[in-house]
């Protein structure tokens, strides 16, 4: 393996190394990592519907179409936060088809949530149609924030070697969590509605994520 | 998990220096770094600023140690950080990666076999033919010496269908050579 060049670590990296140079614990596995942001998903899931009021048609919705499509998508965004997080781990990145299909994730949950609800409760936005979405989407995209600092802080602990990736993932997944709890206030169904304000929100704060942790990995260096 | 006895010694030595042994990195290195140096002077084709990159791949790793998890193979971790700073330092210099492999890249043993089969522009062509994955598997065995476990822990898949994907490559690679030579993919 050494095949006669020079094996030696160079002094000058040695002492540079040994300068600050301290035992360390490894990282714990990516998904224990990603159960961090789970207060966060929590706290997510109850704002809007505490802080303003219950979607009106909780009733005909029902628990499982109106809380349990939220709890699915708060886990799914848990899982995002955690393929972000193993995605940061040199060696560990996901190769193209896992790949698309972790970004697949958050557009077809969406989608599926938004028909289903849409099929069991057609509420169109009649008024204000901009006025609406836009308040839609700087609430997800708000929400989302703060669950995207933390997944890209967490990331950053790591090595990504491609940290754009590394947040938009974990952007991703903050995304979802912030939508779990702004769609169980929002009522209007409109698939029009929900995929242009509900998921640009979410979309937004991936690509948020993606610029932090981009930043934050070339501060690194 | 199933690993060579190089691949356990070098997860000793890592284990040993996340765990406050320093002297373990000056072992590491003398196992890791010929494989990282020639890794680095075929995509850069000049030695001293591979030699540059080498050092600032070893800083990195000291930097990312935590990272490493003992559970897995090594040198996928370290070729990981490896070609992240070759691309760094090809945005640094303001250049563009070569989007093919070439025939710098490839190990000496193989170089010497590939002198007998073609011109090395002819092998670059075919290099650049051969099906993405089956390539990587080709490189990774070839080239940087990684097991079929290390491969297939760095793709994602099992380690028989590394060996398959670098055997399927191997054949399609003397195929595109014109060359009826026969040899197992080892």
Known sequence: MTEGIDTHLPAALRARLAADYAAVRPLPHPLARALVLAPFALLALVAAPWWFELRVDMVRLGWAQAWGWSLVQSIAGVVLVAAALREAVPGRAWTRMPLALWLTVPVALVGVVTFTTYGASPIAVRNGWAIVGAMCFAGSLATALPGTVLAAVLAARAYPTRPALTGLLGGLGAGLMADAGWRLFCHFSEPAHVLSAHLGGVLAAGLCGAALARRLHTRRL | ?186
Request: hydrophobic letters at 45%; aromatic letters at 6%.
């Open chain 2, 1 to 186: 998990m199933n690993a060579s006895p190089d691949d356990q010694a070098l997860r000793a030595l890592m284990a040993s220096y996340q765990a406050g042994r320093f002297e373990a990195f000056d072992e590491l290195y003398a196992l890791v770094a010929p494989a990282v140096r020639r890794f680095l002077t075929g995509r850069l084709r000049d030695e001293a600023r591979a030699e540059d990159v080498l050092q600032e791949t070893f800083l990195q790793m000291h930097r990312a140690r935590r990272s490493y998890d003992p559970a897995y193979p090594v040198l996928p971790w370290v070729m990981a950080i490896a070609r992240h700073c070759w691309l760094m330092e090809l945005r640094r210099a303001g250049r563009r990666p070569m989007s093919q492999l070439d025939v710098a890249d490839v190990h000496p043993s193989v170089r010497a076999e590939a002198d007998a089969y073609a011109a090395a522009a002819d092998l670059e062509r075919a290099l650049g033919q051969v099906p993405a994955g089956q390539r990587q598997a080709v490189v990774a065995h070839h080239v940087w010496g990684l097991s079929f476990h290390e491969i297939g822990a760095q793709l994602g898949i099992a380690g028989s269908a590394a060996k398959l994907r670098s055997s399927r490559g191997m054949r399609r690679l003397r195929e595109l050579l014109g060359s009826g030579r026969g040899g197992d993919d080892r």
